[in-house]
């Protein structure tokens, strides 16, 4: 083979990959921060094997399962999520559990900042914490025991219940509140590799640690578009 021929073929392989890319309905989205934007409480190692790793190959894994099942072309993570139970058998569980982790990632991404820009809680969602857990403590030390609580891996949940009512849950797993009809706010990832590089066995030091970091302007924004 000569070196034009070994040209065209890297030339083609590459616009392969750039059309098996494109083509890939689901891709995993930029940290709106660097790796280290969340010391001391979250470190960049974590952060980077943490979005880098797991997450894209959720994304990975994601990709194969649509791809696999030509009836699925088109539709959304959030329909995908939202309608388990009408997804091909085939690929249900993969969706479910490769789904969730994209959809739970890409949320959580979004709701941690800089400790030096953090803000509390705002405007509609500052009075329906008030009106529903009595304040700001009580909602954090709520969501704290209910992600310690999680027997393995898996999320505590602010959400939104079918009434429109904040609630705090957790989840196994991957599940998303999406499969159950109500609307993800604010989660915390439980999941060791989270928070095992840093803080080891010590979960309830990794939840008191994550909430300098909460971006609560994030959750009240979503918040008042969700409760509309």
Do not use: C
Not at 3 to 15: E, F, P, V
């Amino acid at each position: 083979m000569t070196r034009r021929d070994w040209i065209q073929l890297a030339a083609a392989g590459a616009i392969a990959q750039s059309v098996q890319a494109a083509a890939a309905p689901f891709t995993l989205p930029p940290l709106p921060y660097a790796y280290d934007a969340l010391e001391p409480y979250i470190d960049a190692q974590t952060m980077q094997i943490h979005h880098d790793k797991h997450h894209q190959a959720y994304v990975d894994n994601l990709n194969k399962a649509v791809a696999s099942e030509p009836s699925l072309a088109g539709k959304s993570l959030d329909d995908l999520l939202s309608n388990l139970d009408a997804l091909p058998p085939a690929v249900r569980t993969q969706i479910r559990n490769q789904g969730g982790g994209d959809a739970n990632h890409t949320l959580f991404w979004n709701t941690l900042t800089p400790a030096s820009k953090q803000k509390m809680p705002s405007g509609k969602l500052a009075a329906a914490i008030d009106r529903t857990f009595g304040s700001q403590d009580k909602l954090e030390a709520a969501l704290k025991a209910s992600a310690a609580g999680v027997f393995g891996s898996g999320w505590g949940w602010l959400s939104l219940d079918k009434n429109g009512k904040l609630a705090v849950v957790s989840l196994p797993n991957q599940d998303s509140l999406l499969s159950s009809g109500n609307r993800p706010l604010l989660g915390i990832d439980v999941w060791e590799h989270a928070y095992y590089l840093k803080y080891q066995n010590r979960r309830p030091e990794y939840l008191a640690a994550i909430f300098h970091v909460v971006n609560w302007d994030f959750v009240s924004a979503r918040y008042e578009e969700m409760a509309r």
